[in-house]
């Protein structure tokens, strides 16, 4: 119900925006002619009419309450995600709009980046690195932000030999619902995927035309998220995103399709870890074993010694 609801309020938009046509075409030919009358037909009409806007205004007056409160869907806001999205946007895309938050927490991320990646510190009698490489782990809108802060990080960071930077993504709308809303922003030529079609509205499963999309080969000539974590034809980028299907706000990044890709993996749809098996939507995925798995593709964990002349070659760290 969530995947049809962009679609559910476009209809009602359609249908509303016919209905107030309808009735100003009426009242500009002058119908009716004479108002209706206290009795008879007439005056059932009009307690049907008085009664009916009533009934409308207190029902819309109770859905919108509910919907702000979050009352209808216990601690949830429908309208926070709407809230989210216009709130990432800087105030100089709209300046009657909410504060954003992106201006700064993006900095803040690439501040943080560039702290841990910095040789000018004293450690030991060297000078050297906190660490060799990063994993920006985002959950949900986390992933804009992510993403943002990739395309912020500073040349001599981002122009290394050996990319230091590895995203994970879990429960992300960046493909599904950014890719689609701000195509400059993040539209498929940004994230470097192929682009996606909104959700239908009387299909039983409402991405049903995803799921025959191929995947679309790395365009290696676009700057891109894909290629600049590293993505070629014949390699993977550094980018693993989950998803699963009991989770209402988060999608693939790459493709619906079956058949898989390098990006996208499912996770676990229950949570065994607790006394007693939940279904899971869109959160705890930190607590999934494909969190783990993902993590692992990478960053592979240390192999010990002896294990070293049997290691399996892995694209995203030759040798």
């Given at each position: 119900r969530?995947?049809?609801?962009e679609?559910?309020?476009?209809?009602?938009g359609?249908?509303?925006?016919?209905s107030?046509?309808?009735?100003?075409?009426l009242?500009?030919r002058?119908?009716?002619?004479?108002?209706?009358?206290?009795?008879?037909?007439?005056?059932?009409?009009r307690?049907?009419?008085?009664?009916?806007?009533?009934?409308?205004?207190a029902?819309?007056?109770?859905?919108?309450?509910?919907?702000?409160?979050?009352?209808?869907?216990?601690?949830?806001?429908?309208?926070?995600?709407l809230?989210d999205l216009?709130?990432?946007?800087?105030?100089?895309?709209?300046?009657?709009?909410?504060?954003?938050?992106?201006?700064r927490?993006?900095?803040?991320?690439?501040g943080r980046?560039?702290?841990?990646l910095d040789?000018?510190?004293?450690?030991g009698?060297?000078?050297?690195r906190?660490?060799d490489?990063?994993v920006?782990?985002?959950?949900?809108?986390?992933s804009?932000l992510a993403?943002?802060?990739?395309?912020?990080?500073?040349?001599?960071v981002?122009d290394?030999?050996?990319?230091?930077?590895r995203?994970?993504?879990?429960?992300?709308?960046?493909r599904?619902y950014?890719?689609?809303?701000?195509?400059?922003?993040l539209?498929?030529?940004?994230?470097?995927?192929?682009?996606?079609?909104?959700?239908?509205?009387?299909r039983?499963?409402p991405w049903?035309?995803?799921?025959?999309?191929?995947t679309?080969?790395?365009?290696?000539?676009?700057?891109s998220?894909?290629?600049?974590l590293g993505?070629?034809?014949?390699?993977a980028?550094?980018?693993r995103s989950?998803?699963?299907?009991?989770?209402f706000l988060g999608?693939?990044?790459c493709?619906?399709?079956s058949?898989?890709?390098?990006?996208?993996?499912p996770?676990?749809?229950t949570?065994?870890?607790?006394?007693l098996?939940?279904?899971v939507t869109?959160?705890?995925y930190?607590?999934?074993?494909?969190?783990?798995?993902?993590?692992?593709?990478?960053?592979?964990?240390?192999v010990?010694?002896g294990?070293?002349?049997?290691?399996?070659?892995d694209?995203l760290h030759?040798?």
């Open positions: 969530a995947h049809r609801a679609k559910a309020a476009g209809l009602l359609l249908l509303g925006g016919a107030v046509t309808v009735v100003l075409m009242a500009a002058g119908w009716p002619d004479k108002p209706l009358a206290e009795d008879g037909w007439d005056g059932f009409a307690k049907v009419i008085d009664l009916g806007t009533l009934g409308l205004a029902v819309g007056t109770a859905v919108l309450a509910a919907l702000v409160g979050g009352k209808t869907t216990g601690r949830t806001r429908p309208l926070g995600l809230w216009v709130c990432f946007l800087p105030r100089a895309a709209h300046p009657f709009g909410p504060p954003c938050y992106a201006e927490a993006v900095p803040e991320i690439v980046c560039a702290w841990w040789t000018d510190h004293p450690q009698e060297g000078r050297t906190r660490g490489r990063i920006l782990s985002a959950h949900s809108l986390g804009v993403v943002a802060a990739l395309f912020a990080l500073p040349s001599q981002r290394q030999p050996q990319h230091p930077l995203l994970l993504t879990y429960g992300s709308q960046l599904a950014f890719g689609r809303i701000f195509p400059e922003l539209g498929p030529q940004v994230l470097g995927t192929a682009p996606v079609r909104s959700a239908q509205l009387w039983p499963d049903a035309a995803e799921l025959s999309e191929p679309r080969p790395v365009d290696e000539s676009l700057d998220v894909v290629t600049r993505g070629t034809p014949a390699q980028p550094r980018w989950l998803w699963r299907r009991t989770d999608f693939p990044v493709a619906f399709s058949d898989g890709n390098d990006i996208d993996r996770a676990e749809e949570d065994e870890s607790a006394y098996t939940e279904i869109h959160g705890m930190q607590r999934a074993p494909a969190y783990e798995r993902a993590f692992d593709e990478l960053v592979p964990p240390p010990p010694q294990d070293r002349e049997t290691r399996t070659k694209p030759p040798g």
